[in-house]
């Protein structure tokens, strides 16, 4: 059995983040002013220009490093973690989101604005009623 390393195929590595972005290749062709087929042409390569590469990183928003130690296996365990961890802080229901504040306060807060809201508008009516009163009088 062979321990020498595959090398990586830096094509399929850019391929698959775009995909994994929910980019289609013209879109990235777009971004870094290319076309279609242009990109179709990079993601069959194994090796790719590294100025055309820095391109490519800063359209799908990763590094150059990113790109290069691409792998699938380093995905599933970054999402197995990420789940791991925020089913670890809640349940089903609440997906770990706690709340920040209490909710008995927001609804004495709430109550306090619609009592002022409120004395606002019967001093309001009140100046109405006044000013009307002085244009009967004259």
Known sequence: M?????PKHIGRNISRIRELRGMKQEALAQAIGSNQQAISGIEGSE??????LEQIAKALGVTVEAIENFSEES?????NN???NSSSQGNS???????????????????ERLVLAEKELVLAEKSKVEYLEKLLNK
């Open 47 to 52: 090796e790719i220009d590294t100025k055309k």
């Open 2 to 6: 062979s321990t020498a390393t595959k």
């Open 93 to 111: 229901f609440n997906q770990g989101m706690f709340a920040t504040f209490n909710p008995l306060d927001k609804v004495v807060e709430l109550y």
């Open 82 to 84: 990420f789940y791991d």
């Open 75 to 79: 995905v599933f365990n970054f999402f």
